[in-house]
């Protein structure tokens, strides 16, 4: 089991771990730094919206970003940046202009074209360069997928886009915008947060590097990465 791996005992704990080991990282970055960057996922992750929100932190200094996002409109329910903002935003005093969401409302072609050009144009990248955000947080689905890249994806392979559409025929045919594996895998800190039982299986294969691990974007993506694991998750792990 990857020594980065911490396995709480509940999914309370592990909420609580995983949003304090986000701030320890994002107050590093900080230092002599007027930002820190943050990229979240969505999925049903609002406590841990509601413990980061609980945190004492200078809000005023951070950038925050998406990693991937629903092509719906932001007060939709489904939408990942209306979670952010019930849970999170609405309740810390984080300026509107370092909100950075993707546009769900527009055509995914679009969107994804729009949330890239925002990207390079707040890092300040020339074409085919990769931004490095402070922290990424990511989860992992018990299909093993991650951000909005499923089994089976090709784009798992692109090392060199940013942002992509992405039909999701698994998830309700439903169209996504999703950071690509070459800004993901270019963090400076990726911290994936995992909780249920439905997600043992895979977690064992990724986690303890299976013979199957390359096969789930969470195990191409979730390299080197810090994991942080409720008990029910990480049940059929093998003892470090």
């Known amino acids: 089991m990857s020594p980065r791996t911490h396995v709480l005992p509940d999914r309370n704990a592990a909420v609580e771990a995983c949003a304090g080991r986000i701030f320890e990282l994002l ?42 996002e629903r092509c719906v409109p932001p007060h939709d329910s489904a939408s990942n940046y209306k979670l952010a903002k019930d849970h999170l935003i609405s309740r810390v005093e984080i300026p509107e202009s370092h909100v950075h969401r993707i ?21 300040g990248l020339a074409r085919g360069e990769m931004p490095a955000f402070d922290v990424v947080q990511c989860g992992m689905g018990p299909d093993g997928h ?15 886009g940013i942002a992509a559409a992405r039909f999701a025929p ?11 594996p070459g800004p993901l895998l270019a963090a400076h800190q990726r ?10 299986p895979v977690l064992r294969e990724v986690l ?16 080197n990465a810090e994991w942080f694991v409720d008990r029910e998750a990480a049940d059929e792990l093998e003892s470090s």
Do not use: C
């Not at 546009?103 to 890092?123: D, K, L, M, T």
């Not at 303890?208 to 390299?223: D, E, H, L, M, W």
């Open 27 to 68: 107050n590093e970055s900080l230092t002599g730094r007027e930002f820190a960057t943050l990229a979240v996922s969505g999925g049903h992750i609002q406590d841990l919206f509601e413990k980061m929100a609980a945190r004492r932190f200078d809000w005023k200094r951070l950038q925050l970003f998406w990693v991937d």
């Open 103 to 123: 546009v769900g409302e527009v055509a995914p072609q679009e969107a994804a074209e729009r949330y890239a050009q925002e990207i390079r144009s707040f890092f």
């Open 146 to 160: 991650t951000a909005s890249l499923f089994p089976g994806d090709p784009m798992i392979d692109d090392r060199e």
């Open 170 to 180: 698994q998830q309700a045919n439903q169209w996504r915008v999703t950071l690509l």
């Open 191 to 200: 911290i994936y947060f995992v909780s249920g039982a439905d997600k043992a």
């Open 208 to 223: 303890n590097a299976g013979p199957q691990a390359s096969k789930y974007p969470a195990g191409i993506v979730g390299r």
